[in-house]
């Protein structure tokens, strides 16, 4: 997981959510760890990344045409290749923080780091599913589906993240209001496909 691991500080250097640097005055409160208000402001709606486009095929280009884009998953030519797209996955982060401070505005500096974590996880598990499923296409034969598989790869996700719901594991860290904002935000997935994650069996 070292390329998520490295993402995750990619983002966290460039993303000014750290505490004061200065002493405080008297008459500050401490500083407590939890984010200001209006820090994300400038994030997009989280509207932008319901409708999510297709992230496995042949070919991707180097950058992703939409904000939307989180991930891609190109085939095996020599070697199937993941992509994690490090500024929508960003701002899509920024975005999880900003709608989950208007309903609990006491997330924390570590808390807004787990919830990176989570999300950048989770792009690489549904990518790493799409390419299981090449894999095995590869190896027995197969047709592909792309609304299936997406669904499928999003009841991935989902699997994965309940393997997490452990109290010393950083997704059980997460204070429980922020990790249900955030996880319903996550999962409110309406293209195609995607979408149809809840009707495949667990």
């Not at 208000?37 to 709606?45: K, Q, R, T």
């Not at 309903?103 to 950048?120: G, H, Q, S």
Request: one cysteine or more.
């Amino acid at each position: 997981m070292s390329v998520a691991d490295t993402l995750i500080k990619q983002i966290l250097s460039a993303v000014p959510i750290h505490g004061r640097e200065h002493l405080l005055a008297v008459d500050e409160p401490p500083d407590d760890g939890v984010l200001p208000a209006g820090l994300f402001d400038d994030a997009p709606e989280l509207e932008v990344f319901r409708e999510r486009v297709p992230d496995t095929g042949p070919e991707f280009p180097d950058r992703a045409d939409s904000i939307a884009l989180l991930g891609t998953y190109q085939w095996m030519g020599s070697a199937g290749i993941i992509s994690l797209y490090r500024g929508n996955i960003e701002a899509f982060w920024k975005s999880l923080i900003r709608d989950a401070q208007r309903r609990f505005p006491f997330i924390t500096e570590k808390d807004a780091e787990r919830v990176l974590r989570l999300l950048v996880l989770s792009v690489y598990q549904h990518e790493r599913f799409h390419y299981v499923c090449d894999f095995s296409r590869r190896l027995v034969g197969g047709s592909f589906d792309r609304l299936h598989e997406e669904a499928l790869a999003v009841a991935w996700e989902w699997q994965w993240l309940r393997s997490q719901d452990r109290w010393n594991v950083f997704y059980g860290m997460m204070h429980p209001t922020l990790r249900r904002c955030v996880v319903q935000a996550m999962f409110d997935r309406r293209s195609p496909g995607y979408r149809d994650w809840r009707t495949m069996p667990s």
